[in-house]
C-alpha cells in the first residue's frame, strides 16, 4: 500500500512526515531534492521556503512558502483570502472548508504544497459575475448565520453538498453537514437555506 | 398602528458580507510591519514564580521585545470590587494557563520557539481544585482578599420571614442540585491587534462584547489617559458572555506595540480559549420549598455554591444573580437566599449566556416537578397557578413590567399535546416541561454613575444618507441590524438607507456592551429618542413647505408627507435640506439610563431590569435503557419578547439558546484532571458539543406582551430561551426512564447508574448528596414591598 502510493508519485502526509526527518541533514536548498525512500525517488522540498503556484477561484498566486505551511495559513496570511478561518485548526470544526477540486477539504489539514495543481475554490469565489451563489442568498433569507464565523466554511460545506446531491434528503442534510460546527446553532435555518438553495437550483 | 420596517422578517445588515467571506475579523487584519504575539502560560495550577529569564528569549533573530508582569504591575478585573488579575503574573500563577510572559516577534513560529527560551523557575503551591478542598484546606490562600479563606464573596438575603413561610406550608422539600460548569467555545478565538503612533495614541481592535470596559482597564494598567486610547471592537465572531472584559491579551498586545513601535497582533489558540475562558460556573445547590395542597408557594429557601476558579471576573454578580431572578416567575411570598463563591485553581468562570440564572432555574424547575409528583399535581396547572401578576414588584423588590408567561405555557402544551403524553408514553419515551424568565438589561452599570447606559448619535447627509452611531458591539445577535430598523422606522426610510457605525471609542456614544441582554432595549430606546429628535427637524421643515400641520405630517417608504393626503410631500432628502438650511447641520443624540429601583439594599443592585422576558417548553425526549444515551426528538418553546422587532433574529436567538441548553443539559463539562489542574479535553473534538446530527426539531412561538419600557414593547430574546432548557430535558428524562438525573450533564453513564439504581430497589436519582457546611452570616433582612406584607395565612 505504501510502496503503491510512492510509485504513483504522490506523496501523502504520513509519508512527508516520514522523509522530511531525513532531509533535515540537507543544506537548506530552494527546490525538490530526490532522496531514494523504501527503492522508490521521492521529491523532498525545504525546509526553507519554496516557490509554489496556485490556481485560487481560476485565478493564479504565486508565493514562496516554507513546505510546512498549511493551505488555510496561505490562504489567508499570504494571499489575503480570509473568508475561511482558522478555528480549530485541526480538522475537527470545518470553518476553514474549500474546495480542492470541487471536493470539500479542511484547509487546516491540507499541505498548500500539496494543494499546488488543484482548483482551489474559496468562498471569496463563489460570486459569479457580482450575483450570489444561490446557497449564499438562501443563507442571506432564511437567517443561517449570526456571528458569521463558521458561515464561509458552512456555505461551501453546502454548495458541496448540492453539488453532489441536488436533491438532500433531511437525512443527506443532517450527515452532510456533520463536519461543520456553529456554535450560535443556526442549524435550523441552515437546513432551511440549503432546502431553498436546492429548490433555486433546480429553478423552483 | 401597523408598522413599517417592525415586525418584518428582514434580512440583517451584515448579513451579505458575512456569507461572502468579506467581513473582517480580529484575526483577519494585516497591518504593514505587523508583529506576532505569543504568551507564555503557567503550566502549574498554583505557584510562586521565584525568577523569570529571558535573555535567551529576546536573543533570538526575529523577537522584538518580551514581557514579564513587573512590565505591567498594575492590577486589572472587570468589577470594581475584584481587581485582582495581572495582566502578567507578578509574583503567582493561579491556574495552569495564567500568563506569565509574552513575545512580539516577526511571526507565530518565532514567537513560539522564543516562548520555548523563556526560563520560569516556580515554586509549587498545594493546588486546590474543588469546591470542598478550597473551603477545607484554609491554609491554603489562593487569593488575599475576599470573605474567607478562598471565599470571593458571601452572601445572605432574607425577604420576609422564611420560617413563618415554611410554618405555614402543608408540604415542604428539600433537593439538592449540581450544574456542571461549561465554556463558552466561540468559533472565533479572542484575538486582538494594537497600533500605537507616534503620537502616543494607542489603538485597540479585539473581538471583545464590551469595548468600553477594555478601554477602562487599558488606560489603568497602561498609564495612559482615557483620551489617547481608541478601542474598536471588530465584528465577533461569538461571544456568549466569554468576551464581555478586558483580558490579559488585550492588554500586552497593546503593550508590546509600545515597545516596539510596531502594530502587534494577537489570536489565542483554541487551547488557551478554553483556559481563558470565563464561562458558566459550577454551581451546587440546594433549595426548600414549603407549599399549600394546592401547590401554591408559602416560603422559599436558596443556598449556592460557586466553583469560581482562580480570578474574581464577574463572579460578585454571577453569585446574586444565583438567586436574584426565582421570585421573577412564580409568586413567592418570603424567600430567602444564601450564596457563597470559592476561589479554586482553575480557569476562572465569569458570565455564560444566562449569567448565573441557569443553573438555579435547573434547579428550581426540577423541583417544583418533583413537588408536583408528591402532591399527585399536575405540573403545568401548578406553576401556571401562581405566574406572577404585571405590573407588580416582587418580594425582592424587582418590577415586573409585563408578562406574557400565561400565554407562553398555552401554546407550548398545546402544540406538544403535553398532557396526552405526560406520562402516558412507552418505556424510554418522555415528555418534560419547564418555565423562566430572564432580564432585559441589568438596570445598574457596573460602575455605579449616573450616567446613560446607552448613547445613540444620528446625522443625516444632504443626499438623505442617515448614519447612525452606537458604542454597542453585534456578536452575531443582530444589534447593529436591530438600529438600523428602529431607526428606518422612525424616520420612514429603509434600513438599507442607514450606515451604522458602532464599537468604536473614539467615534460612537458609550454603550456599556453587549451582555446581560441589554443591547435591544437600551440601544433601541435610545435609537428612538434620537430619531425622534431629527424626525421633529424634518416634519418643521416639511411643514412649513408645504404649508400642513406637523402633527399631521407622516414619514414612511422614504417620504414625508400629508396623513390626510399622502400625495402632498416631499422626499426625504428634500426634507433633510429643507431642515439642514433651517437648522443647521443635522444630528441628534439619544440616551437611556433604566428606571431606578424601587428599593436601595445591599444586593439590590443585582436583578433590576426594565423588563423581564419569559419562556415556557416542552421537550420530548428518547432514550435508550440499554446505553443510557438521550436523543431530544422535538423542542417546543414559546417567549414573551414583549414585541419582536424582527422575529427571524428572534427565532435564530430562541434556535441559539436552546442549542445551547441542550449542550449544557447533555454533554458539555469543563473537566479537569485532579492534582494537576489541566483541562481534559482542551479542544473541539473532545469537548462534546452538539453538532447538526444532535440538533432537534424545534417549534417556536412568539408572545408579544408588550413591554412599556421596551422599544416598541420589545423586550429580550438572547440569553432566557436556554434557560428553560435543561430542566425540560431533565424532566422528559424522568418521564422517560423514571430516573430523576439531578446533576448536569446528563450523561449516558448517569442514565445507566440510575437504572441500575433503581433495578436494585433504589430511588434511581443520580447527583449530589450532600452540601458543604457553611457559617452563613445573618442574613441582611429586607423588608418586602407592602403588598407581600400581609401574606395570605393557611386559613385564609
Given at each position: 500500500?505504501?510502496?503503491?502510493?510512492?510509485?504513483?508519485?504522490?506523496?501523502?502526509?504520513?509519508?512527508?512526515?516520514?522523509?522530511?526527518?531525513?532531509?533535515?541533514?540537507?543544506?537548506?536548498?530552494?527546490?525538490?531534492?530526490?532522496?531514494?525512500?523504501?527503492?522508490a525517488?521521492?521529491?523532498?522540498?525545504?525546509?526553507?521556503?519554496?516557490?509554489?503556484?496556485?490556481?485560487?477561484?481560476?485565478?493564479?498566486?504565486?508565493?514562496?512558502l516554507?513546505?510546512?505551511?498549511?493551505?488555510?495559513?496561505?490562504?489567508?496570511?499570504e494571499?489575503?483570502?480570509?473568508?475561511?478561518k482558522?478555528?480549530?485548526?485541526?480538522?475537527?470544526?470545518?470553518?476553514?472548508?474549500?474546495?480542492?477540486?470541487?471536493?470539500?477539504?479542511?484547509?487546516?489539514?491540507?499541505?498548500?504544497?500539496e494543494?499546488?495543481g488543484?482548483?482551489?475554490?474559496?468562498?471569496?469565489g463563489?460570486?459569479?459575475?457580482?450575483?450570489?451563489?444561490?446557497?449564499?442568498?438562501?443563507?442571506?433569507?432564511?437567517?443561517a448565520?449570526?456571528?458569521?464565523?463558521c458561515t464561509?466554511?458552512?456555505?461551501?460545506?453546502?454548495?458541496?453538498?448540492?453539488?453532489?446531491?441536488?436533491?438532500p434528503?433531511?437525512?443527506?442534510?443532517?450527515?452532510?453537514?456533520?463536519?461543520?460546527?456553529?456554535?450560535?446553532?443556526?442549524?435550523?435555518?441552515?437546513?432551511?437555506?440549503?432546502?431553498?438553495?436546492?429548490?433555486?437550483?433546480?429553478?423552483? | 398602528?401597523?408598522?413599517?420596517?417592525?415586525?418584518?422578517p428582514?434580512?440583517?445588515?451584515?448579513?451579505?458580507?458575512k456569507?461572502?467571506?468579506?467581513?473582517?475579523?480580529?484575526?483577519?487584519?494585516?497591518?504593514?510591519?505587523?508583529?506576532?504575539?505569543?504568551?507564555?502560560?503557567?503550566?502549574?495550577?498554583h505557584?510562586?514564580?521565584?525568577?523569570i529569564?529571558?535573555?535567551?528569549?529576546r536573543?533570538?533573530?526575529?523577537?522584538?521585545?518580551?514581557l514579564?508582569?513587573?512590565?505591567?504591575?498594575?492590577?486589572?478585573?472587570?468589577?470594581?470590587?475584584?481587581?485582582d488579575?495581572?495582566a502578567?503574573?507578578?509574583?503567582?500563577?493561579?491556574?495552569?494557563?495564567?500568563?506569565?510572559?509574552a513575545?512580539?516577534?516577526?511571526?507565530?513560529?518565532?514567537?513560539?520557539?522564543a516562548?520555548?527560551?523563556?526560563?520560569?523557575?516556580?515554586?509549587p503551591?498545594?493546588?486546590?481544585?474543588?469546591?470542598?478542598?478550597?473551603?477545607?484546606?484554609?491554609?491554603?490562600?489562593?487569593?488575599?482578599?475576599?470573605?474567607?479563606?478562598?471565599?470571593?464573596?458571601?452572601?445572605?438575603?432574607?425577604?420576609g420571614?422564611?420560617?413563618e413561610?415554611?410554618?405555614?406550608?402543608?408540604?415542604v422539600?428539600?433537593d439538592?442540585?449540581?450544574?456542571?460548569?461549561?465554556?463558552?467555545?466561540?468559533?472565533?478565538?479572542?484575538?486582538?491587534?494594537?497600533?500605537?503612533?507616534?503620537?502616543?495614541?494607542?489603538?485597540?481592535?479585539?473581538?471583545?462584547?464590551?469595548?468600553?470596559?477594555?478601554?477602562?482597564?487599558?488606560?489603568?494598567?497602561?498609564?495612559?489617559?482615557?483620551?489617547?486610547?481608541?478601542?474598536?471592537?471588530?465584528p465577533?465572531?461569538?461571544?456568549f458572555?466569554?468576551?464581555?472584559?478586558?483580558?490579559?491579551?488585550?492588554i500586552?498586545?497593546?503593550?508590546?506595540?509600545?515597545?516596539?513601535?510596531?502594530?502587534?497582533?494577537?489570536?489565542?489558540?483554541?487551547?488557551?480559549?478554553?483556559?481563558?475562558?470565563?464561562?458558566?460556573?459550577?454551581?451546587?445547590?440546594?433549595?426548600?420549598?414549603?407549599?399549600?395542597?394546592?401547590?401554591?408557594?408559602?416560603?422559599?429557601?436558596?443556598?449556592?455554591f460557586?466553583?469560581?476558579?482562580?480570578?474574581?471576573?464577574?463572579?460578585?454578580?454571577?453569585?446574586?444573580?444565583?438567586?436574584?431572578?426565582?421570585t421573577?416567575?412564580?409568586?413567592?411570598?418570603?424567600?430567602k437566599?444564601?450564596?457563597?463563591?470559592?476561589?479554586?485553581?482553575?480557569?476562572?468562570?465569569?458570565?455564560?449566556?444566562?449569567?448565573?440564572?441557569?443553573?438555579?432555574r435547573?434547579?428550581?424547575?426540577?423541583h417544583?416537578?418533583?413537588?408536583?409528583?408528591?402532591?399527585?399535581?399536575?405540573?403545568?396547572e401548578?406553576?401556571?397557578?401562581?405566574?406572577?401578576?404585571?405590573?407588580?414588584?416582587?418580594?425582592?423588590?424587582?418590577?415586573?413590567?409585563s408578562c406574557?408567561?400565561?400565554?407562553c405555557?398555552?401554546?407550548?402544551?398545546?402544540?406538544?399535546?403535553?398532557?396526552?403524553?405526560?406520562?402516558?408514553?412507552?418505556?424510554?419515551?418522555?415528555?418534560?416541561?419547564?418555565?423562566?424568565?430572564?432580564?432585559?438589561?441589568?438596570?445598574?452599570?457596573?460602575?455605579?454613575?449616573?450616567?446613560?447606559?446607552?448613547?445613540?448619535?444620528?446625522?443625516?447627509?444632504?443626499?438623505?444618507?442617515?448614519?447612525?452611531?452606537?458604542?454597542?458591539?453585534?456578536?452575531?445577535?443582530?444589534?447593529?441590524?436591530?438600529?438600523?430598523?428602529?431607526?428606518?422606522?422612525?424616520?420612514?426610510?429603509?434600513?438599507?438607507?442607514?450606515?451604522?457605525?458602532?464599537?468604536?471609542?473614539?467615534?460612537?456614544?458609550?454603550?456599556?456592551?453587549?451582555?446581560?441582554?441589554?443591547?435591544?432595549?437600551?440601544?433601541?430606546?435610545?435609537?428612538?429618542?434620537?430619531?425622534?429628535?431629527?424626525?421633529?427637524?424634518?416634519?418643521r421643515?416639511?411643514?412649513?413647505?408645504?404649508?400642513?400641520?406637523?402633527?399631521?405630517?407622516?414619514?414612511?417608504?422614504r417620504?414625508?408627507f400629508?396623513?390626510?393626503?399622502?400625495?402632498?410631500?416631499l422626499?426625504?432628502?428634500?426634507?433633510?435640506q429643507?431642515?439642514?438650511?433651517?437648522?443647521?447641520?443635522?444630528?441628534?443624540?439619544?440616551?437611556?439610563k433604566?428606571?431606578?429601583?424601587?428599593?436601595?439594599?445591599?444586593?439590590?443592585?443585582?436583578?433590576?431590569?426594565?423588563?423581564?422576558?419569559?419562556?415556557?417548553c416542552?421537550?420530548?425526549?428518547?432514550?435508550?435503557?440499554?446505553?443510557?444515551?438521550?436523543?431530544?426528538?422535538k423542542?417546543?418553546?414559546?417567549?414573551?419578547?414583549?414585541?419582536?422587532?424582527?422575529?427571524?433574529?428572534?427565532?435564530?436567538?430562541?434556535?441559539?439558546?436552546?442549542?445551547?441548553?441542550?449542550?449544557?443539559?447533555?454533554?458539555?463539562?469543563?473537566?479537569?484532571?485532579?492534582?494537576?489542574?489541566?483541562?481534559?479535553?482542551?479542544?473541539?473534538?473532545?469537548?462534546?458539543?452538539?453538532?447538526?446530527?444532535?440538533?432537534?426539531?424545534?417549534?417556536?412561538?412568539?408572545?408579544?406582551?408588550?413591554d412599556?419600557?421596551?422599544?416598541?414593547?420589545?423586550?429580550?430574546?438572547?440569553?432566557?430561551?436556554?434557560?428553560?432548557?435543561?430542566?425540560?430535558?431533565?424532566?422528559?428524562v424522568?418521564?422517560?426512564?423514571?430516573?430523576?438525573?439531578?446533576?448536569?450533564?446528563?450523561?449516558?453513564?448517569?442514565?445507566?447508574?440510575?437504572?441500575?439504581?433503581k433495578?436494585?430497589?433504589?430511588?434511581?436519582?443520580?447527583?449530589?448528596?450532600?452540601?458543604?457546611?457553611?457559617?452563613?452570616?445573618?442574613?441582611?433582612?429586607?423588608?418586602?414591598?407592602?403588598?407581600?406584607?400581609?401574606?395570605?395565612?393557611?386559613?385564609?
Amino acid at each position: 500500500m505504501e510502496k503503491q502510493r510512492l510509485k504513483t508519485g504522490s506523496l501523502s502526509r504520513r509519508d512527508f512526515l516520514k522523509v522530511s526527518g531525513i532531509t533535515l541533514t540537507v543544506p537548506l536548498v530552494v527546490g525538490p531534492r530526490v532522496l531514494k525512500v523504501a527503492g522508490a525517488e521521492v521529491k523532498v522540498f525545504g525546509p526553507g521556503k519554496v516557490p509554489m503556484t496556485f490556481t485560487i477561484n481560476g485565478k493564479t498566486y504565486r508565493a514562496e512558502l516554507e513546505p510546512r505551511v498549511t493551505l488555510l495559513d496561505a490562504l489567508r496570511n499570504e494571499f489575503d483570502l480570509t473568508g475561511a478561518k482558522r478555528v480549530c485548526d485541526r480538522g475537527t470544526c470545518g470553518a476553514c472548508t474549500v474546495l480542492l477540486d470541487g471536493k470539500p477539504v479542511y484547509a487546516c489539514s491540507v499541505l498548500a504544497i500539496e494543494a499546488q495543481g488543484k482548483a482551489i475554490t474559496t468562498v471569496e469565489g463563489l460570486m459569479q459575475d457580482g450575483k450570489l451563489h444561490p446557497i449564499q442568498q438562501a443563507f442571506i433569507e432564511n437567517d443561517a448565520l449570526q456571528c458569521g464565523f463558521c458561515t464561509p466554511g458552512f456555505v461551501v460545506a453546502c454548495k458541496a453538498l448540492l453539488d453532489r446531491i441536488p436533491n438532500p434528503t433531511p437525512e443527506d442534510l443532517v450527515v452532510g453537514l456533520g463536519g461543520n460546527l456553529c456554535r450560535c446553532g443556526t442549524y435550523v435555518g441552515i437546513r432551511a437555506a440549503i432546502a431553498q438553495a436546492a429548490r433555486m437550483q433546480r429553478g423552483g | 398602528m401597523a408598522f413599517e420596517i417592525i415586525g418584518k422578517p428582514l434580512p440583517k445588515i451584515d448579513a451579505l458580507p458575512k456569507c461572502t467571506g468579506e467581513t473582517r475579523y480580529a484575526d483577519d487584519l494585516q497591518l504593514p510591519r505587523m508583529l506576532y504575539a505569543k504568551i507564555l502560560r503557567s503550566p502549574h495550577a498554583h505557584a510562586r514564580i521565584r525568577r523569570i529569564e529571558v535573555s535567551r528569549a529576546r536573543a533570538l533573530p526575529g523577537v522584538h521585545a518580551v514581557l514579564t508582569g513587573c512590565d505591567l504591575p498594575t492590577r486589572f478585573g472587570i468589577l470594581p470590587v475584584s481587581q485582582d488579575e495581572e495582566a502578567l503574573c507578578v509574583e503567582k500563577v493561579r491556574f495552569v494557563g495564567d500568563p506569565v510572559a509574552a513575545v512580539a516577534a516577526t511571526d507565530e513560529w518565532i514567537a513560539e520557539e522564543a516562548l520555548r527560551l523563556i526560563e520560569v523557575e516556580y515554586e509549587p503551591l498545594p493546588a486546590l481544585l474543588t469546591l470542598e478542598e478550597a473551603l477545607r484546606e484554609s491554609s491554603v490562600r489562593i487569593h488575599d482578599y475576599g470573605d474567607g479563606p478562598n471565599i470571593h464573596k458571601m452572601v445572605s438575603l432574607e425577604f420576609g420571614d422564611v420560617e413563618e413561610g415554611f410554618a405555614q406550608a402543608d408540604y415542604v422539600r428539600e433537593d439538592i442540585f449540581f450544574y456542571a460548569g461549561s465554556t463558552h467555545l466561540p468559533l472565533e478565538q479572542h484575538a486582538a491587534v494594537a497600533h500605537y503612533g507616534p503620537d502616543g495614541k494607542l489603538t485597540l481592535w479585539s473581538s471583545t462584547q464590551t469595548p468600553h470596559y477594555v478601554h477602562r482597564a487599558l488606560a489603568k494598567v497602561l498609564g495612559l489617559p482615557p483620551s489617547h486610547i481608541r478601542v474598536i471592537a471588530t465584528p465577533v465572531g461569538g461571544g456568549f458572555g466569554g468576551k464581555s472584559e478586558p483580558f490579559s491579551h488585550e492588554i500586552v498586545v497593546a503593550k508590546l506595540a509600545m515597545l516596539t513601535g510596531r502594530p502587534v497582533k494577537i489570536t489565542l489558540t483554541r487551547e488557551e480559549v478554553f483556559y481563558v475562558h470565563r464561562g458558566r460556573h459550577p454551581v451546587l445547590m440546594w433549595i426548600r420549598t414549603g407549599v399549600r395542597r394546592d401547590g401554591t408557594i408559602t416560603a422559599m429557601h436558596v443556598r449556592s455554591f460557586l466553583d469560581g476558579g482562580a480570578y474574581g471576573s464577574y463572579g460578585v454578580a454571577t453569585t446574586y444573580y444565583t438567586g436574584a431572578l426565582q421570585t421573577v416567575t412564580y409568586k413567592i411570598p418570603r424567600y430567602k437566599f444564601e450564596g457563597v463563591r470559592v476561589f479554586t485553581n482553575k480557569p476562572p468562570c465569569g458570565p455564560k449566556r444566562g449569567h448565573g440564572t441557569p443553573q438555579p432555574r435547573f434547579a428550581l424547575e426540577v423541583h417544583l416537578d418533583k413537588i408536583a409528583e408528591d402532591l399527585g399535581l399536575d405540573p403545568v396547572e401548578m406553576r401556571r397557578r401562581q405566574i406572577v401578576e404585571a405590573p407588580s414588584l416582587t418580594v425582592n423588590w424587582l418590577r415586573i413590567s409585563s408578562c406574557g408567561l400565561r400565554a407562553c405555557i398555552d401554546r407550548v402544551v398545546e402544540a406538544s399535546g403535553f398532557r396526552e403524553k405526560f406520562r402516558r408514553l412507552p418505556f424510554g419515551q418522555g415528555v418534560g416541561f419547564a418555565c423562566s424568565a430572564y432580564l432585559s438589561g441589568a438596570g445598574l452599570p457596573i460602575y455605579w454613575n449616573d450616567m446613560p447606559h446607552s448613547g445613540v448619535h444620528i446625522k443625516i447627509d444632504r443626499g438623505g444618507g442617515v448614519t447612525v452611531f452606537c458604542g454597542s458591539t453585534d456578536i452575531g445577535q443582530g444589534s447593529d441590524s436591530i438600529l438600523a430598523y428602529i431607526v428606518a422606522e422612525v424616520l420612514g426610510i429603509l434600513p438599507q438607507d442607514i450606515r451604522v457605525v458602532t464599537a468604536d471609542t473614539d467615534l460612537t456614544p458609550v454603550d456599556l456592551g453587549s451582555y446581560s441582554s441589554r443591547v435591544t432595549v437600551m440601544t433601541g430606546n435610545a435609537a428612538v429618542e434620537a430619531a425622534e429628535k431629527l424626525r421633529r427637524l424634518l416634519f418643521r421643515a416639511a411643514a412649513e413647505r408645504l404649508d400642513v400641520p406637523e402633527e399631521q405630517l407622516m414619514a414612511r417608504a422614504r417620504r414625508i408627507f400629508d396623513r390626510a393626503d399622502p400625495q402632498r410631500g416631499l422626499d426625504f432628502a428634500e426634507a433633510a435640506q429643507l431642515a439642514e438650511a433651517r437648522f443647521g447641520t443635522l444630528g441628534a443624540v439619544g440616551s437611556y439610563k433604566p428606571p431606578q429601583s424601587p428599593r436601595r439594599y445591599k444586593g439590590a443592585g443585582v436583578g433590576p431590569s426594565p423588563s423581564y422576558s419569559y419562556s415556557a417548553c416542552v421537550v420530548q425526549v428518547d432514550v435508550d435503557p440499554e446505553t443510557g444515551f438521550v436523543r431530544v426528538e422535538k423542542v417546543w418553546i414559546a417567549h414573551d419578547v414583549g414585541r419582536a422587532i424582527n422575529p427571524r433574529l428572534v427565532e435564530g436567538q430562541i434556535h441559539g439558546s436552546v442549542y445551547m441548553g441542550l449542550g449544557e443539559a447533555l454533554m458539555e463539562e469543563q473537566t479537569f484532571r485532579s492534582r494537576l489542574g489541566l483541562h481534559k479535553a482542551p479542544s473541539m473534538l473532545d469537548y462534546k458539543s452538539p453538532t447538526p446530527l444532535e440538533m432537534p426539531e424545534v417549534e417556536c412561538f412568539l408572545i408579544e406582551a408588550e413591554d412599556p419600557n421596551g422599544p416598541f414593547g420589545a423586550k429580550e430574546a438572547g440569553q432566557g430561551p436556554l434557560l428553560p432548557i435543561p430542566p425540560a430535558v431533565a424532566n422528559a428524562v424522568y418521564d422517560a426512564v423514571g430516573v430523576r438525573i439531578d446533576e448536569l450533564p446528563i450523561t449516558p453513564e448517569k442514565v445507566l447508574r440510575g437504572l441500575n439504581d433503581k433495578a436494585r430497589g433504589g430511588s434511581g436519582r443520580v447527583g449530589p448528596k450532600s452540601i458543604p457546611s457553611l457559617a452563613w452570616p445573618e442574613p441582611i433582612r429586607v423588608e418586602p414591598p407592602p403588598e407581600w406584607r400581609d401574606v395570605p395565612t393557611r386559613s385564609s
